[in-house]
């Protein structure tokens, strides 16, 4: 069953929780899939947006510090937050592994 959607298993088709792929993503594992335990890997588009998603978080903290005086260590932590559980809501999974 192939599905285009994000966090879809690509061998039982099931999808995956925003919660369940951040655990996923952050635990740097190989990331087995709950409902068939087959190993999924992200898309290379899933790798390149997440890159994206990086340079975009940088350029938020900065814009953020320059702009207001809420101190970075305050900002750091929020963004960081947001862009790991973003990236992980959009993640497209592969029964193979792709390079970038
Ligand atoms: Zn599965």
């Known amino acids: 069953?192939?599905?285009?959607?994000?966090?879809?298993?690509?061998?039982?088709?099931?999808?995956?929780?925003?919660?369940?792929?951040?655990?996923?993503?952050?635990?740097?594992?190989?990331?087995e899939c709950n409902h068939c335990g087959e190993k999924q890997y992200m898309t290379a588009a899933t790798k390149w947006l997440n890159v994206i998603w990086c340079i975009l978080s940088v350029v938020i903290v900065l814009q953020v510090k320059e702009k207001t005086s809420v101190p970075l260590s305050f900002i750091f932590p929020v963004v960081?937050?947001?862009?790991?559980?973003?990236s992980s809501s959009l993640i497209r999974l592969s029964n193979e592994?792709?390079?970038i």
């Open 1 to 31: 069953m192939k599905s285009t959607a994000v966090r879809v298993c690509q061998n039982c088709g099931e999808k995956w929780s925003v919660w369940e792929t951040w655990k996923k993503e952050l635990s740097f594992k190989d990331k």
């Open 97 to 99: 592994k792709q390079e």
């Open 80 to 86: 960081l937050f947001l862009f790991s559980v973003g």
